[in-house]
Every structure is written in C-alpha cells, then in structure tokens.
C-alpha cells in the first residue's frame, strides 16, 4: 500500500486530453512539492514535472503539473501514443524521521 | 552529458551480502545528495536511502534500516549501498539517483535528476 495514491490505470485515444491524480496528506503532498516521473516499458524513470509545475527541459508542453492542498494532478494533452508509460507522483513526507513516498503508479494506455 | 551507472547486480542467497556501486560522470558529484530507489518485479517505485553530499549525513526506509549502509566515494565520484541480511523481498532493480534542489517563488523543492538505468538485485536459495 503506497503512501501516496494514484489509480492503477489511465486511458485516452490519441489527441485526448488525460489527467492523473494523486493524493496525499499533510505530512506530505500538503506541505512538500510534488514531482512526477515517466516510466517507459523497460527503462529508468526519467524526471517530468518537478516543484509542482516546473518542466525540465525537453518534456513537450503537453505535460503539466498541479497542486492544491493534498493532492496533485498530471495532465496530458494532445495524447500521444509515444506517452504509454507509468507515471509516478512523489514528494518528501515529514513524518517520523522523514523519507520519500511515490505513488503506486499509473499505467497510461493509449488506445 | 550527465550519467549515473549501476553495477553490483546478481543472484544472492538469503542472509548473505552484495554491495551495489553507482558512477557518476558529467556533473560535480560531490555537490549533490544521492539516493537509492528501487523496484520490485510489476511493482512501483520504492525510495530506499539518501547520503548528502559530503557523505555525513544519511537516511534509511524502515524496511532496509539496520541492513543496508549507503556511502559515497568523492574522489571516485561513486556511489554505494552496501545490502546485508538480504531477504526474498529485497529483490528488485536498484536505481540510483541524484537529488537536485530549486526554489520558485517561496517555493524550494526537491527532487530525482537523472536516474541510472538500475541493477537487478535477486535474493532466492
């Protein structure tokens, strides 16, 4: 059971606009940034959005990042099929001695 | 250009000992925290230690706390995690990964930048 939560799955036809959430807790998403990554089928993850809403460099404008109180959201727009992955939310979590907590994931399909 | 590497992998038999290593190159290793993340066999991701930048500080996960040392080299630019008593549900790919810091705004935010491409770590008899 993650600390934060994602739904499992996420689906969309090319062009369509999709959204991810992702929730948290105070000790959390509620009072730490949040970043996600991309996961493609046999790879590393790679870094997509980052301090909420901030786009590293080379991730198309498609991908945007939100927060509000304890949750956060990914968007995609213009759905591609190169954007099959998992995505993942992380954030740094206060608790106890502190760590990292990521999401469960979310397996984006594009039909 | 920037990049992490992984080696140390393998098959080892619960209870016993692997020491995993990361290299860094392109980037002033030594002005950076560094983590260890890693991923079960179709599971998510799992954040596992961090050692700060010059190596004084570091933080464990519960589950592999008291197990698992991580250290870090400066002057070879490498990266460690040294994984004692392993256990079946240890198995899993190891990334590592270097911590980057920004504020924006009021905001000051911190996350994983780049990653390695991981090394599988299988525990079974």
């Known amino acids: 059971q993650s600390v934060l939560t994602q739904p499992p799955s996420a689906s969309g036809t090319p062009g369509q606009r999709v959204t991810i959430s992702c929730s948290g807790s105070s000790s959390n998403i509620g009072s730490n940034t949040v970043n996600w990554y991309q996961q493609l089928p046999g790879t590393a993850p790679k870094l997509l959005i980052y301090?909420?809403?901030q786009r590293p460099s080379g991730v198309p404008d498609r991908f945007s990042g939100s927060k509000s109180g304890t949750s956060a959201s990914l968007a995609i727009s213009g759905l591609q099929s190169e954007d099959e992955a998992d995505y993942y939310c992380a954030a740094w979590d206060d608790s106890l001695n502190g760590s990292w907590v990521f999401g469960g994931g979310t397996k984006l399909t594009v039909l | 250009q920037v990049q992490l590497v992984e080696s140390g992998g393998g098959v080892v038999q619960p209870g016993r000992s692997l020491r995993l290593s990361c290299a860094a190159s392109g980037f002033t290793f030594s002005s950076y925290a560094m983590h260890w993340v890693r991923q079960a066999p179709g599971k998510g991701l799992e954040w596992v230690a961090v050692i700060s930048y010059d190596g004084s500080n570091k933080y464990y996960a519960d589950s592999v706390k008291g197990r698992f040392t991580i250290s870090r080299d400066n002057s070879k630019n490498t990266l460690y995690l040294q994984m004692n008593s392993l256990r079946a549900e240890d198995t899993a790919v190891y990334y590592c990964?270097?911590?980057?810091?920004?504020?924006?705004?009021?905001?000051?935010?911190?996350?994983?930048?780049?990653w390695g491409q991981g090394t599988l770590v299988t525990v079974s008899s």
């Open positions: 301090s909420n809403n």
């Open positions: 990964a270097r911590e980057k810091v920004g504020i924006f705004g009021v905001v000051m935010g911190n996350w994983f930048d780049p």
